[in-house]
């Protein structure tokens, strides 16, 4: 059955934005609302999947049947996926993640002081989860998918991105007022490690959560 193309399978998805705290009332974040990886999740569980969905910050209901994973950093939202993602067959990570983090976590409120107009905010890394879970491969045969938000050269950054993560499909979605960030559209082209490339027309989020697991499942190992 087509549209239960998904029963048996575990697929991870990663959904909205994380938040590096720098003390008790501020943090580092972007504007990631969680509706394309949550129309991710709602998509695979209606096509039969079992679904974990790992939520950063995430002010969404949570889709029926699917297993939710609240966490808050990028560290937390790296163990969720570690553990979640050991026997998944797919991993998609639709989620916005902080390159950095700032270096230490102020207990007190930071304060500003006279004369100041630098703020002493120093930054360090943060795991790269898509690159990790990509070069891993957890399980054999996992399909890993990555996203893109990009504002110029969209397609060839994209392309160049995919190369550098290591994962099988990069969706890359142009930044705009009416798409990506905070919307209910999106529209973007899926590129593939093959060289394919599928372009998905502006529409609802659901309609791109579609084709994307389209071409998850064409690139799935057949059930045993
Ligand atoms: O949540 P919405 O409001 O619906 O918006 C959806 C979206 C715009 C957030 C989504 O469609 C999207 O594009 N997500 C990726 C955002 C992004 O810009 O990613 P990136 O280029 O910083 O990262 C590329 C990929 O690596 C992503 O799959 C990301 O999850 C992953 N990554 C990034 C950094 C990091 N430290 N670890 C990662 O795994």
């Not at 808050?72 to 993602?85: D, P, Y």
Request: with cysteine.
């Amino acid at each position: 059955d087509l549209a239960r193309d998904l029963t048996g399978r575990h697929v991870v998805v990663s959904a909205g934005g994380t938040r590096e705290p720098l003390d008790p009332v501020r943090f580092l974040g972007n504007r990631s609302s969680g509706k394309q990886g949550y129309a991710l999740a709602r998509s695979a569980a209606a096509r039969g999947a079992r679904v974990t969905l790992v939520s950063a910050n995430a002010a969404l209901p949570e889709p029926a049947g699917v297993d939710v994973v609240p966490v808050g950093t990028a560290v937390q939202l790296r163990e969720a996926i570690l553990k979640a993602s050991a026997d998944a067959d797919a991993v998609v990570m639709a989620a916005a993640v902080a390159d950095f983090r700032p270096q230490t976590y102020a207990t007190g409120k930071i304060k500003k002081k006279d004369g100041q107009e630098q703020p002493p905010i120093a930054l360090v890394r943060n795991p790269d989860i898509l690159a990790e879970i990509a070069g891993d491969r957890p399980r054999p045969g996992q399909v890993v998918v990555g996203f893109a938000a990009e504002t110029d050269d969209v397609l060839a950054n994209g392309r160049a991105k995919l190369e550098r993560k290591g994962c099988d499909l990069l969706v890359v979605n142009e930044v705009g007022e009416r798409k990506t960030f905070g919307s209910e559209e999106n529209e973007a082209v899926v590129l593939g490690a093959d060289g394919s490339e599928t372009p998905v027309p502006y529409g609802p989020k659901e309609a791109l959560a579609d084709t994307v697991w389209d071409l998850v499942a064409e690139r799935l190992p057949k059930n045993s």
